[in-house]
């Protein structure tokens, strides 16, 4: 892994960058929030926890892989431009309404709330090959965390990180060939060098006091200790085709507030659009599912 380096990004301000104010509306006041487009509406959708009072508003922008901020008073995302439904630039959507986007970067399929040693808030971002940290404010690069652009077969494959201790998880996809791939997630320490090798899987997610690890296997949901002990399966479900490789949109599990359920999204087969898929939540210490809503994905519950 390379080491991580600092960049400082002087930006000239025109019309397609920096922060964009999209449209002004509040969110509503719900538990659960999760990406819900359909073929022709930009649509992000809300719930409560116990399946009660769904909400479905058009922001006028796709706003993929919503994620509460850490205090909850945002939802970050990332805005979908032109034909991409799966990728966007960095976004954050404010109680009070407001809606701004950076038009720095593009080609982004994941985001998260983060803050840093030195209690400065920012955003990791994630594509396909780098792992940024990014000024949402400002539209400035912090960092490159991860940086796999002149490793062709190396992919990333989502990524949760821990405030408290500074430590990333993230999902690495390694392609042989067209029907063979690997997949790993990997625990760093940040700005430390400490990296190591955990399970198998990919989109892996802290629990909110940092005990515990869901991720996803070929074969279902999985969680297991922070130091990658007594991994269990919490629900079986096939996520992969016939030659082993994930879907478009396999879930990202994500914890409730008070680590007792995982919130996430699946289809009957292994690979669905995002409106085709049904929210479940799944009790932790037990295994038992309840089916919340049909119709969304990437659902992320509110600390």
């Known amino acids: 892994m390379k080491s991580f380096r600092k960049f400082h990004v002087l930006l000239v301000i025109i019309i397609l960058t920096g922060c964009q104010a999209k449209w002004s509306q509040p969110f509503p006041n719900a538990d659960i929030v999760y990406q819900s ?8 959708s809300f719930i409560n926890s116990d399946g009660s009072n769904p909400v479905v508003l058009d922001v006028g ?4 892989t919503p994620a509460w901020a850490i205090d909850g008073k945002r939802i970050y995302g990332l805005a979908k431009s032109g034909v991409y439904i799966d990728r966007g630039y960095p ?7 407001t809606f701004k986007e950076c038009r720095q970067w593009f080609n982004f399929s994941q985001i998260e709330h983060i803050i ?12 396909s090959k780098s792992l940024l940290i990014v000024d949402n404010e400002k539209c400035d690069l912090i960092e490159v965390v991860l940086d796999f652009t002149n490793r062709g077969e190396l992919s990333l494959r989502g990524f949760s990180y821990r405030t408290d201790g ?5 999902g690495l996809e390694r392609t042989k060939d ?9 625990k760093v320490k940040i700005n430390a060098l400490q990296e190591v090798e955990m399970v198998e899987g990919i989109n892996p997610s802290w629990s909110s006091d940092g005990s515990q690890i869901a991720y996803v296997q070929a074969d279902g949901i999985y969680v297991m200790n922070a130091d990658g002990s007594q ?14 490789i994930f879907g478009v949109i396999p879930p990202i599990p994500q ?7 995982i919130v996430y999204h699946r289809c009957d087969t292994y690979s669905c659009i995002v409106y085709e898929n049904t929210i479940y939540k799944v009790e932790v210490s037990s295994g038992s599912e309840v089916k919340l809503i049909y119709g969304g994905g990437y659902p992320d519950w509110k600390p």
């Open 37 to 44: 487009d359909s073929r022709d509406l930009s649509l992000i």
């Open 61 to 64: 922008d796709y706003l993929i």
């Open 91 to 97: 976004a954050y959507w404010e109680s009070n309404g």
């Open 116 to 127: 840093l040693a030195d209690g400065t808030e920012q955003a990791l971002i994630m594509s």
């Open 166 to 170: 500074q430590w990333l998880l993230y």
């Open 178 to 186: 067209v029907y063979e791939r690997t997949y790993q997630i990997n």
């Open 231 to 244: 991994p269990r399966q919490l629900i079986s479900h096939n996520f992969v085709d016939s030659h082993g």
């Open 255 to 261: 914890w409730s507030p008070d680590g007792k359920w």
